[in-house]
């Protein structure tokens, strides 16, 4: 029922910024917890952050780079993401999850390059 679409991807100079985008086709509970994924070429897909009522998760290799946040009037998680490395590139997915609720959007291209 729930559909995520992603935007804002691109293709960016290392140390330049991104700001992603993630819609809801209907409201999200502020139970369920959202998070940005991403996966490489020939790499496993990876948790980038994750946001909740009660805590907010970063992977250790985007702290104090990245930041994640909703605006529950617009229905949109956001990744604000700065001093972009080329171990940043990736597509972007957006997730959304409660017990056995589970949704996908369906990515959106982030390219950083040298």
């Known amino acids: 029922q729930v559909q995520l679409v992603e935007s804002g991807g691109g293709l960016v100079q290392a140390g330049g910024s991104l700001k992603l985008s993630c819609a809801a086709s209907?409201?999200?509970?502020?139970?369920?917890?959202m998070g940005w994924y991403r996966q490489a070429p020939g790499k496993q897909r990876e948790l980038v952050a994750h946001?909740?009522?009660?805590?907010?998760y970063y992977r250790d290799s985007v702290k104090g780079r990245f930041t994640i946040s909703r605006d529950y009037a617009r229905n949109t998680m956001y990744l604000q993401m700065n001093n972009l490395k080329l171990e940043d590139t990736g597509v972007y997915y957006c997730?959304?999850?409660?017990?056995?609720?589970?949704?996908w959007g369906q990515g959106t291209q982030v390219t950083v390059s040298s």
């Open positions: 997730n959304a999850a409660l017990v056995e609720y589970t949704y």
């Open positions: 209907g409201s999200i509970s502020s139970m369920y917890v």
């Open positions: 946001i909740s009522t009660i805590t907010t």
